[in-house]
């Protein structure tokens, strides 16, 4: 059983930690939706590229040693702070590296990846890997002594920045370089800040044997890291060779701003699952029970927002993006129908993955999708724009299935189980969409959209109380909410 000192720093950094997500999910969307108005898909496209060389080179700069500080139980001080130098020196020495390659070759790569001529925003962007390596080992001494609150402030910075100086150099017409520079302003400000906040400085102290035991956790890390950079940037790499920085502009920032807004749920209740269900893992039928309810109860509003988007597709990129992403709609529209299921099933079986101290399945996942997403779209990249992004939404699809298969063969999970366990918000989802076809078409303009929302909502709210397991659920959770309102009174 925990001491009371370790249950207090326990929840006070999850409170910290949960206030760190859930104002980061709150800003980002904003300032991304505010700067959709003020820079081009093309100029987007520009931005995308160079992030994926970036965080590519970002991934070896790491190397996983910051996994490796958090977890590894040291005897004392002094060998933390040893294992810390090793740690920061290398991550320092590949970082050099790195953006020295990248400086002479830039120009190289901006063609590999399809930008030719900008090679010097690759080059500039490059300095973002020193700041990063400074940073990182820091970051990885303030988790591990549960200091999450100067992590928040952190974070926070990181978000605002974006606010202070992209949006006024991007508002001045400084296109792309308004996100590079920003990006640089917001590391270096965290490395600073990090180096103030810090007790540990890095001293001129190396271990090759010290090192080599890293490196034999780290490796496995690494591995996992580049098949998350091939998950979220392969296809990015694919399509940029074929597609405009125009079109690649339309497809990352619509799938990310999409992403966004959906985390702005998810965020706030994967953490709380994951904690749930690993309390629970020792009883397997107080486990699943706990899962199938937290799948259910998050479903009520996921399955229905997720139709919403697809419905009023044209509305929703508008309000997100403005009129110059028209082109968009489609993507977020059919992307979101799609995120949904992808979240409900595949997204959280991930988390029993985890809680039950399997992760390896995990790779396995993110495994199976890269061989079904790599040649798909390598296929389908010269069959035009809404070609890619109906084969991109299968393979989201495609997730949500993977895990479901990987959860049947090695845990035994009820396949059925899980897809009837979300059937009444889908039906009701049918329903509500079946009116809002036939009452669109009736009149015209936004103020008829938005009375369609209302009613809409109000036919799913009635068809969703017609399931007696999902009315109990219901006005349960009902029930505490005005208990709980009553008793702040």
């Not at 925990?2 to 910290?16: E, F, Y």
């Not at 690649?248 to 701003?257: C, D, M, Q, R, V």
């Not at 509003?301 to 009023?312: A, E, Q, R, T």
């Not at 009635?462 to 397991?469: E, K, R």
């Amino acid at each position: 059983m925990l001491d009371t000192k370790m249950s207090g720093t326990i929840v006070n950094s999850v409170k910290w930690s949960s206030l760190t997500e859930i104002a980061t999910k709150l800003i980002t969307p904003i300032t991304a939706m505010i700067l959709a108005r003020l820079l081009t898909p093309s100029e987007f496209g520009v931005i995308a590229t160079v992030n994926m060389v970036i965080s590519f080179a970002d991934v070896f700069t790491d190397a996983g040693f910051q996994k490796y500080i958090i977890q590894k139980k040291f005897n004392n001080e002094k060998e933390l702070i040893d294992n810390a130098n090793v740690a920061f020196w290398t991550n320092m020495g590949i970082s050099c590296l790195l953006m020295l390659l990248i400086v002479i070759f830039s120009e190289q790569i901006a063609s590999m990846v399809g930008s030719r001529g900008l090679g010097h925003a690759i080059s500039f962007s490059s300095i973002s890997l020193i700041f990063t390596s400074f940073s990182s080992i820091q970051s990885a001494i303030l988790k591990k002594n549960f200091q999450f609150k100067v992590l928040f402030w952190i974070r926070i910075l990181m978000v605002v920045i974006p606010v202070g100086v992209t949006l006024p150099l991007a508002f001045l017409g400084f296109s792309y370089w308004s996100v590079i520079i920003g990006s640089l302003v917001a590391q270096f400000s965290v490395a600073l800040v990090l180096t103030i906040q810090s007790k540990w400085r890095p001293s001129f102290e190396y271990s090759l044997v010290k090192l080599k035991e890293m490196f034999s956790f780290s490796s496995w890390i690494l591995v996992e890291s580049i098949l998350l950079w091939l998950t979220t940037n392969g296809d990015i790499f694919i399509l940029s060779q074929t597609l405009s920085s125009y079109y690649i502009g339309l497809y990352k920032n619509s799938i990310t701003l999409t992403n966004s807004i959906f985390n702005m749920i998810i965020a706030a209740t994967s953490s709380v699952l994951l904690s749930a269900l690993a309390a629970t893992k020792g009883d397997d039928e107080q486990f699943y029970k706990l899962f199938y309810t937290f799948q259910k109860t998050v479903g009520i509003i996921l399955i229905p927002l997720s139709v919403g988007v697809f419905l009023y597709q044209d509305l929703v990129t508008y309000i997100l993006l403005g009129s110059q992403w028209k082109e968009a709609s489609f993507l977020i529209g059919l992307y979101s129908l799609v995120n949904c299921f992808a979240i409900l099933v595949g997204q959280y079986i991930s988390l029993i993955f985890t809680a039950k101290g399997l992760p390896k399945l995990s790779v396995l996942s993110q495994g199976l999708q890269l061989t079904l997403m790599i040649p798909l779209l390598a296929v389908c990249s010269n069959f035009g724009f809404e070609v890619i992004v109906v084969v991109r939404c299968f393979i989201r699809l495609f997730y949500g299935f993977i895990n479901l298969f990987l959860a049947k063969k090695y845990l035994k999970i009820p396949f059925l189980q899980m897809l009837k366990n979300l059937l009444p918000p889908y039906m009701s989802s049918a329903v509500m969409g079946i009116v809002v076809f036939a009452l669109l078409p009736l009149s015209s303009g936004v103020g008829w959209e938005f009375f369609t929302i209302v009613f809409a909502m109000l036919i799913y709210s009635i068809v969703i109380l017609c399931f007696p397991s999902y009315r109990k659920m219901i006005f349960q959770l009902s029930t505490k909410l005005i208990v709980k309102r009553f008793k702040k009174r």
